[in-house]
């Protein structure tokens, strides 16, 4: 695993999120929630969040892969300062979650840490290993909340 990773989404003269994804499909690439979250938002969020993806990726040394793509989720992090959920439409720095295979990648005491930035052309993100902190708890409360209702969700589909 690296320490950092970097990338860079080019998105001028598209005007469609799946044409960022070369031929990938769009649900392959976004989970439900970031697709939730990016209804109805300017290209510029579905490059960065797309940007955020590659850039862990490249933290964890894996190729950005569909199926890869679409295990590491970035949303909204709550601050505690906000009471709101990952749905809150305030800016809030971004938070990834790994899913599936990914998940056993993360180590006890370290957290990634993404930043991501937009001109009128490009998006870039950087992914950086770190130490937990304890503001992260409170991240992860929400994040388990917003799994439990996805779970809770299917569940009542299922019956």
């Known amino acids: 695993m690296n320490r950092w990773g970097s990338a860079v989404v080019g998105y001028a003269g598209l005007a469609r999120p799946r044409e ?3 031929g990938l499909r769009l649900e392959d690439v976004y989970t439900p929630a970031e ?3 990016s209804a109805g938002a300017a290209l510029q969020h579905w490059a960065g969040r797309l940007a955020g993806k590659r850039a862990v990726l490249r ?3 894996l190729p950005s892969t569909a199926e890869h793509l679409g295990r590491v989720e970035v949303l909204p992090r709550p601050t505690p300062a906000c009471r709101a959920t990952a749905a809150c439409r305030d800016g809030h720095p971004p938070a990834v979650r790994l ?3 990914l ?3 993360e180590r006890p005491g370290e957290r990634i840490r993404l930043s991501i930035s937009h001109t009128d052309q ?3 993100a950087v992914a950086l290993l770190s130490a937990a902190l ?3 708890q409170h991240a992860d409360q929400h ?3 917003r799994v439990n209702q996805h779970e809770d969700q299917h569940d009542d589909e299922d019956r």
């Open 20 to 22: 960022l994804l070369g």
């Open 35 to 37: 697709c939730v979250r």
């Open 59 to 61: 933290l964890l040394g």
């Open 99 to 101: 899913g599936g295979s």
């Open 103 to 105: 998940a056993a990648l």
């Open 122 to 124: 490009w998006a870039l």
């Open 134 to 136: 304890p503001e992260d």
């Open 143 to 145: 994040a388990d909340q």
